[in-house]
């Protein structure tokens, strides 16, 4: 079998670093709520507003820093919405 050369692909992405550029958009408008991410079931959009509220991935530190809230638009589209405040 011949070889072929090529770069293999980028390792994927972990959840702090999905969410890092994230994190900075909402770091830039602080106390401005944005759609942060959009679940098909309504328990995983509230495990991950969990995760940002109660600082669960280090890209959301210190705890406190970020609200988030779950809004249910249908039985299949959970948004998650969230905003920076800031470090108390």
Do not use: N
């Amino acid at each position: 079998m011949p070889l072929r050369f090529e770069d293999p692909p980028a390792a994927p992405p972990t959840a702090t670093s999905r969410y890092a550029y994230a994190v900075d958009v909402l770091r830039s408008r602080p106390g401005e709520w944005a759609i942060f991410d959009v679940k098909d079931s309504c328990r995983k959009a509230v495990m991950l507003a969990a995760q940002i509220r109660e600082a669960r991935l280090a890209v959301f530190a210190p705890r406190g820093a970020f609200q988030s809230v779950v809004r249910s638009e249908s039985r299949r589209e959970h948004r998650v919405y969230a905003r920076w405040v800031g470090a108390s």
